[in-house]
């Protein structure tokens, strides 16, 4: 599975982006897919995931609320809606896939997109 994300740039606080991250494997609806986002210097953390289906979604508490994820299983592509953005979620931003579920923890998942930073501006 090869992963590509993008949709990442600068925006002001307050403002919005929609990350995309697509497929080039089959059997894209097999697998559980992840955000996370790593900032400099700081640890990759987890931000929100989707199951396979796209029947149940989890969001760390820092993002609840202002980001969602939803996925295009014929499209074989998963995103990343960020509304109300802040600068503390200026990161690179990762998606991730696995066939079981994973929950937030990165080391689980076996595959990972390149990255595509997002920047905020106060």
């Known amino acids: 599975v090869q992963l590509q994300a993008s949709g990442g740039g600068t925006v002001q606080t307050g403002g919005s982006l929609r990350l995309s991250c697509a497929s080039s494997?089959?059997?894209?609806?097999?697998?559980?897919m992840g955000w996370f986002r790593q900032a400099p210097g700081q640890e990759r953390e987890f931000v929100g995931l989707?199951?396979?289906?796209?029947?149940?979604?989890e969001y760390a508490d820092s993002v609840k609320g202002r980001f969602t994820i939803s996925r295009d299983n014929a499209k074989n592509t998963v995103y990343l809606h960020m509304n109300t953005l802040k600068p503390e979620d200026t990161a690179v931003y990762y998606c991730a896939a696995h066939r079981a579920y994973s929950g937030p923890y990165s080391a689980r998942y076996d595959y990972w997109g390149q990255g595509t930073q997002v920047t905020v501006s106060s």
């Open positions: 989707i199951t396979r289906s796209g029947g149940s979604t």
């Open positions: 494997g089959r059997a894209f609806g097999s697998y559980n």
